[in-house]
């Protein structure tokens, strides 16, 4: 299963929200269908994120049928729109500046056609990159995972977040490939069960021992010492290390600190967002409330109940041992070292 695949003049998407019980595909010809499979979550994780908006944003050109001339304009309305889809993952923004920066780039262009082509390539660009960096991830991960490991994860950081490998679990896939006997435990991932009902699925199909947990289990778990490493993914990383992650992970990462665990991030640098000084700076979505009321339509709750439902919450970077990333890991002072490899890049 991929998450997304381009076909030449649409883009098909894996709708995630039916996982695992159905397999059903979107095929979207148009930026607004791939703004609102961003929104419905059919499409989610970071970097997948980032690839679909980049294919929307050349649907968008591809949709277009003015003038030449009026092309600018439509472009903006339409990084606009998807831009708004979700406001944490800064995967979403980063690849939709370079769809624009590529744009920009084909100011001699005398033919629409011309333009098409160009900004489809640079969505491509961006898939294979998504391909290539999950892959060094996993290489770079592996070097912390012991023989015999048992890891905790947290929401699904793997080939349906991304373009096809995956981050935290990319480093698990990596792990397992070198030999080494891994077991994970998939905390639930409440509300929408991303651990549940998509890491799960994707460690099974993949013959990797995974054992699925309500999140309200793992400090038990860590109690008992059967948990040796934990390994998640992340939304946006502030310059000074500070992690948005799935909500739930801020839980796990006090929880390790406490038993003594390490506690990793995995994520490619285009999540790294150095205009934001510390997580108090990132911001985070509130989804709908029937996310927390109902579960797949089955009411849980009272209807009138009142609801906080962050999407994401923000692990500050003294509690993280280290963030694995293509360019390899990064330990504290991150406020230093995160400047000092995005220079080098």
């Excluded at 005398?110 to 960096?133: F, G, M, S, T, Y």
Aim: hydrophobic content about 45%; overall charge negative.
């Amino acid at each position: 299963m991929k998450a997304l695949e381009w076909m030449g003049d649409s883009l098909k998407i894996l709708d995630q929200t039916r996982l695992p019980v159905e397999i059903k595909y979107r095929m979207a010809t148009t930026y607004e269908e791939v703004a609102e499979a961003i929104e419905k979550m059919e499409v989610r994780g970071a970097p997948a994120i980032g690839a679909a908006a980049a294919y929307g944003y050349a649907l968008g050109a591809i949709g277009y049928s003015g003038e030449l001339a009026g092309l600018s304009a439509h472009m903006e309305k339409v990084q606009h729109r998807l831009a708004e889809t979700r406001p944490t993952a800064v995967n979403l923004f980063w690849a939709l500046r370079r769809m624009e920066d590529r744009l920009r780039d084909q100011h001699e262009a005398k033919e629409l056609a011309e333009i098409r082509q160009a900004l489809v390539a640079e969505a491509e660009n961006i898939a294979e990159d998504d391909r290539r960096v999950n892959r060094l991830i996993g290489e770079h991960g592996n070097a912390i995972v012991t023989a015999e490991a048992n890891i905790l994860t947290h929401c699904n950081a793997g080939a349906l977040a991304t373009v096809e490998y995956g981050t935290a679990l990319g480093v698990i896939r990596a792990a397992q490939q070198a030999g080494k006997k891994v077991h994970v435990y998939a905390g639930e991932t409440r509300p929408f069960l991303q651990g549940a009902r998509l890491t799960a699925l994707e460690l099974m199909n993949d013959h990797i021992p995974v054992t699925l947990i309500a999140d309200n289990m793992a400090g038990f778990l860590m109690q008992q010492g059967n948990i040796d490493l934990v390994i998640v993914g992340a939304d946006r990383i502030a310059a000074n290390g500070d992690t948005a992650n799935k909500i739930g992970t801020y839980s796990l990462a006090v929880l390790a600190h406490a038993h003594g665990i390490p506690f990793y991030v995995a994520a490619p640098t285009s999540t790294i967002d150095l205009k934001v000084p510390s997580g108090q700076d990132i911001p985070i979505e509130e989804r709908n409330p029937k996310e927390l009321r109902e579960v797949f339509g089955v009411q849980v709750a009272p209807p009138e109940v009142p609801v906080y439902n962050p999407a994401f919450d923000v692990t500050p970077a003294k509690l993280i041992t280290g963030i694995i990333t293509e360019k390899g890991i990064v330990t504290s002072p991150y406020s230093v070292n995160l400047l000092k490899m995005m220079v080098r890049s």
